[in-house]
């Protein structure tokens, strides 16, 4: 895993922004799959970081299958917030490095983060 820093994310671009994790959702509830969503406010903007897949499955489902790299996501997340406990992520204060950010009627409409 790549080690970013204030001067390397900086360099690629990146602008660090200050956010608060306002809602984290663990679930398969749309799609079949299974996704973590941190919700994250900060200065009048907003936007949820997840998404990305990190199992397969259904309620009443008969086979389930989880991924690696989506168990290390969540404890990376965990371990660099100071949590031991993933619900406890809510409320904690955190800095993203932001790519793009449009805003519209202020609504942001993307969001890179690294």
């Known amino acids: 895993m790549k080690k970013w820093s204030e001067k390397s994310l900086a360099a690629e671009g990146y602008k660090l922004m200050n956010a608060e994790i306002t809602c984290v959702s663990l679930n398969f509830r749309d799609h079949g799959v299974l996704t973590l969503d941190l919700s994250l406010s900060g200065g009048g903007w907003g936007c949820v970081y997840g998404g990305y897949v990190l199992g397969k499955g259904y309620l009443g489902a008969r ?9 290390e996501a969540i404890m990376r997340s965990m371990d660099i917030v100071g949590v031991e406990d993933l ?10 490095a932001m790519e793009t950010v449009i805003f519209v009627e ?3 409409i993307n969001c890179t983060f690294r």
């Open 63 to 71: 086979e389930f299958k989880g991924s690696a790299s989506g168990l």
């Open 87 to 96: 619900i406890n992520l809510k409320g904690k204060h955190v800095r993203v």
């Open 106 to 108: 202020e609504n942001t």
